[in-house]
Nanobody
Framework: QVQLVESGGGLVQAGGSLRLSCAAS???????MGWFRQAPGKEREFVAT????????KYADSVKGRFTISRDNAKSTVYLRMDSLKPEDTAVYYC???????????????WGQGTQVTVSS
């Protein structure tokens, strides 16, 4: 079992930045990790993922060039740096533990409770 706790969300103006953190505890952290988001009335969508070593990442087209996923395995923490935020980035952001080899076909097996990000125009 792995417990995930997200933090760093909040209210920011359009064009601003936030950095989300996801601290993991429990079983080994050395797995692929991902960030997802869910806006009101919409389905949860993929944002970014990173492999176990941090050497490979993948992003949704909507955030590519603006968001950066990273990890510190010594701290069992994964981060999501969000720059040039837009009102359409408003959502609850979740981190998740992935299982698999290919970043494009991971199975997501553990989820955090989420942190709210609100971007005002």
């Amino acid at each position: 079992q792995v417990q995930l706790v997200e933090s760093g969300g909040g209210l920011v103006q359009a064009g601003g930045s936030l950095r989300l953190s996801c601290a993991a505890s429990g079983r080994t952290f050395i797995t692929p990790m991902g960030w997802f988001r869910q806006a009101p009335g919409k389905e949860r969508e993929f944002v970014a993922t990173i492999n176990s070593s941090g050497s490979s990442t993948k992003y949704a087209d909507s955030v590519k060039g603006r968001f950066t996923i990273s990890r510190d395995n010594a701290k069992s923490t994964v981060y999501l740096r969000m720059d040039s935020l837009k009102p359409e980035d408003t959502a609850v952001y979740y981190c998740a533990v992935g299982r698999g080899i290919q970043l494009g076909s991971l199975e997501w097996i553990y989820w955090g409770q989420g942190t709210q990000v609100t971007v005002s125009s």
